[in-house]
Nanobody, 115 residues
Framework: QVQLLESGGGLVQAGGSLRLSCSASGRAFSRYATGWFRQAPGKEREFVISFSKTADSVKGRFTISRDNAKNTVYLQMNSLKPEDTAVYYC??????????????WGQGTQVTVSS
């Protein structure tokens, strides 16, 4: 079992930056595929980034990293735009976060970008 907890969301002006953290509990977390998704109001949840793939909408602006010693995955978001406003979710899966629905999800953290 893996439990995920996101933090770092908030309100930022367009052009600003935020770093989200996803802290995980559970053994062997470093062996899990991890990634980030987001859901904007009235829209379906969408994939944002993993260690093997980046959505076109965030390429060149968002990066993902991890610190296995801390069981934490990070999402660095730069040059934020109002359309990046969404609830951001961390996800983990034993195989892939890109196939089907990942097994484990955090509770989400709100990111709001003002224009």
């Amino acid at each position: 079992q893996v439990q995920l907890l996101e933090s770092g969301g908030g309100l930022v002006q367009a052009g600003g930056s935020l770093r989200l953290s996803c802290s995980a509990s559970g053994r062997a977390f470093s062996r899990y595929a991890t990634g980030w998704f987001r859901q904007a109001p009235g829209k379906e949840r969408e994939f944002v980034i993993s260690f093997s793939k980046t959505a076109d909408s965030v390429k060149g602006r968002f990066t993902i990293s991890r610190d296995n010693a801390k069981n934490t995955v990070y999402l660095q978001m730069n040059s934020l735009k109002p359309e990046d406003t969404a609830v951001y979710y961390c996800a983990a899966d034993p195989v892939s976060v890109r196939r089907g629905t990942p097994d484990y999800w955090g509770q989400g953290t709100q990111v709001t970008v003002s224009s």
